[in-house]
Nanobody, 121 residues
Framework: QVQLVESGGGLVQAGGSLRLSCAASGSIFRINAMGWFRQAPGKQRELVALTTNDNSPRYAESVKGRFTISRDNAKNLAYLQMNSLKSEDTAVYYC???????????????WGQGTQVTVSS
């Protein structure tokens, strides 16, 4: 099995910064992509940032220039640096990974339990 554990959420004032971390562990042969999604109350889960093995990051338009995703491939870690936070960034943030568990095996999606980010205006 594969586990993703997020940390780093919390309460911050508008304009502030937070850094989220995600640690992947378990039966992992290769991680093809790691990313962050978020879900605000009453809204659908949306992509925030994603990085694949070619290290080309993708960002939601709403966070471009403010958020930065990074990975430590050797340690199966992912980070989301969030700057200039706005009240509309308030949501539960989920770590996501596309994982291959064995050589020649298929790729599967895994999710963390989520971490709350609350931005007060």
């Amino acid at each position: 099995q594969v586990q993703l554990v997020e940390s780093g959420g919390g309460l911050v004032q508008a304009g502030g910064s937070l850094r989220l971390s995600c640690a992947a562990s378990g039966s992992i042969f290769r991680i093809n992509a790691m990313g962050w999604f978020r879900q605000a109350p009453g809204k659908q889960r949306e992509l925030v940032a994603l990085t694949t093995n070619d290290n080309s990051p993708r960002y939601a338009e709403s966070v471009k220039g403010r958020f930065t995703i990074s990975r430590d491939n050797a340690k199966n870690l992912a980070y989301l640096q969030m700057n200039s936070l706005k009240s509309e960034d308030t949501a539960v943030y989920y770590c996501h990974a596309k994982v291959v568990r064995r050589w020649h095996a298929g790729e599967y999606d895994y999710w963390g339990q989520g971490t709350q980010v609350t931005v007060s205006s």
